[in-house]
């Protein structure tokens, strides 16, 4: 009797529930190109490890989004970093070529889900806003700020990137005003005093420019005392859209704290 062959699994395209689940779903594939993005073929070659989680990490995140019986999932489920045949004697520098091309197809393959991911997003009425990388692209947080808050946001966590923006603020105006033996509150009422400042925000000609240094120099002790000591014990959770708005408040005060104008050495 002949031996009857398998069918192969049906394939069934995802249905999203909800605008919502499409836009984690995009966040959780971008997420996955930046990690891919952080990585190069001479990497991937030295470290078999890495390798391994980026190939395991792709292939979790598409079964994730798209479902295990998905044709995305099905299409991706067998990828591997390393481009090409391998040979016999084959150098170092063409495998490290050939991880190098197999990293560039998955940021390609990637990017092509997640316009995927959009197209399925209009059928919920709109465009998709903009991603949590094109917010902060929009605000041009100051370099000292995004250095060390623009990964923890774009991994979702909104709030440590915040606590993390209010304690870069604080070593930023340290390092310009040289005042490292002062922290917190007292930092800011010397460095930004408003009768004799160490840094000064303007010519301090009239009242005018007087009050403009005095509310400034609140302004920074409000950053220390409404946000960066709350974070060092448990900062209260909320919306994203409210630490996009801190974000933008304390990289503000950053870019015033480089133009600001010394008026006194320390």
Do not use: C
């Not at 395209?13 to 952080?38: C, H, T």
């Amino acid at each position: 009797m002949a031996k009857r062959i398998a069918s192969p699994p049906q394939l069934i395209d995802k249905q999203f529930s909800s605008a919502d689940e499409i836009d984690r779903a995009i966040a959780k594939m971008e997420r996955r190109i930046k990690d891919l993005e952080a990585i190069t073929g001479a990497i991937i070659y030295n470290q078999p490890g890495a390798r391994e989680v980026a190939e395991s990490n792709a292939r979790n995140t598409i079964r994730e989004v798209f479902g295990p019986d998905s044709p995305e999932f099905d299409e991706n489920k067998s990828f591997s970093l390393f481009e090409g045949l391998a040979f016999a004697d084959m150098g170092d520098g063409l495998i490290v070529e050939a991880y190098e091309s197999g990293r560039q197809r998955l940021i390609a393959i990637f990017g092509g889900l997640i316009n995927r991911l959009k197209e399925k997003r209009e059928d919920f009425g709109g465009p998709a806003p903009p991603t949590q990388a094109a917010y902060l692209a929009y605000l041009n947080l100051h370099s000292r700020i995004a250095d060390v808050a623009s990964d923890l946001f774009q991994d979702g966590y909104h709030w440590e990137a915040v606590f993390a923006a209010s304690k870069a603020l604080v070593n930023y105006v340290k390092e310009r005003s040289g005042r490292h033996d002062l922290d917190g509150t007292s930092l800011m009422r010397t460095v930004f005093s408003r009768n004799s400042p160490i840094l000064a925000f303007n010519d301090l000609a009239d009242q005018t420019d007087f009050d403009e240094q005095e509310g400034m120099m609140h302004i920074f002790e409000g950053v220390v005392l409404g946000i960066r000591n709350p974070g060092g014990h448990a900062f209260p959770e909320g919306p994203e859209q409210r630490a996009i708005e801190y974000l933008s408040l304390i990289s503000l005060l950053a870019y015033r704290v480089q133009e600001a104008k010394r008026k006194r050495s320390t």
